[in-house]
């Protein structure tokens, strides 16, 4: 029982050795962790500012540009990966997301196309939909565009918002009398 116990004790000494020097010794020079530093938070600050910040201390950028959001002023950072705080190698690509300008667009014609369509193309080149106003319409079915302000061919802004006349399609009680 003697003998069970000072190997297992043995075991247990050179083990534990074996581990610390392995975590504390042979490790760190494989993945030469002496190269690991901590990514410096640049959320909030201009695109440049955050470029030059992470540059100074060993690492690239990629730019990343989000769409325009009126929370926010343009070309500030908003994002990056990996996260601030995060200890990496030295040298290694920070991608910074960024928030956009306002962009000058060219509205379509939306007059015949269906309310989802409508929504779901706005969505796409961030306009937003103002006011829509429902009335009776038989040239027109049910949730289709009869009429937009401003018109197509309008120069908008990114963000802007567009008013919408939608029809109900034909009124109640609407008979179609032959001659």
Known sequence: MKTI???LLTLLVFGSLGLILLDFIFLPLITKSSN????????????????????TKGFTTETIIANFD????????????????TKVKKGRLIKLTVTGEKE???????????LNNTRLTLSRINLDIDTLIYEYNEN????YIVSQYPKKGKTVQTNDKITFVVSLGNPPNYYIVPN
Not at 41 to 55: G, N, R, T, W
């Open 5 to 7: 116990l000072k190997y």
């Open 70 to 85: 009126e929370n926010y002023k343009p070309n500030i950072v908003i994002k990056t990966s990996p996260r601030s705080f």
């Open 104 to 114: 000058n667009i060219i509205l379509s014609d939306y007059i015949g196309m269906s």
């Open 140 to 143: 027109y079915k049910k949730n």
């Open 36 to 55: 690991n530093i901590y990514v410096p938070d640049v959320k909030y600050k201009s695109i440049y500012k955050a470029q030059e910040i992470l540059e």
